[in-house]
């Protein structure tokens, strides 16, 4: 089994910052992408950021500037630091990941996390 499990959200003021956290962990071998989505009541989940296993990252336009993901490979976490917030950035945000649970497995799989809910007021 494989659990992804996010932390740091909360409300927070226009203007201020936030710092989430994810966790992997389970019957993991390596891990290749890790990213974070949001979804906004009435909206899609859409991307806000991911991070290959090589480092290459790739952000959504609206927090380019604002938003950076990074990650420790050491502890299967991945972080995105969350500057500048707006009332727009406000939504559930959701990490995800592509995991090769063993080494003999050619293919990743991918998970979810259960979400944790960033409000930034006005």
């Known amino acids: 089994q494989v659990q992804l499990v996010e932390s740091g959200g909360g409300l927070v003021q226009a203007g201020g910052s936030l710092r989430l956290s994810c966790a992997a962990s389970?019957?993991?071998?390596?891990?290749?992408?890790m990213g974070w989505y949001r979804q906004a009541p009435g909206k899609q989940r859409e991307l806000v950021a991911t991070m290959s296993s090589s480092g290459r990252t790739n952000y959504a336009d609206s927090v380019k500037g604002r938003f950076t993901i990074s990650r420790d490979y050491a502890k299967n976490t991945v972080y995105l630091q969350m500057d500048s917030l707006s009332p727009e950035d406000t939504a559930v945000y959701f990490c995800?990941?592509?995991?090769?649970?063993?080494?003999?497995?050619?293919?990743?799989?991918?998970?979810w996390g259960q979400g944790t809910q960033v409000t930034v007021s006005s």
């Open positions: 389970g019957s993991i071998f390596s891990i290749n992408r």
């Open positions: 995800d990941a592509d995991i090769i649970r063993k080494e003999r497995d050619s293919n990743a799989f991918h998970y």
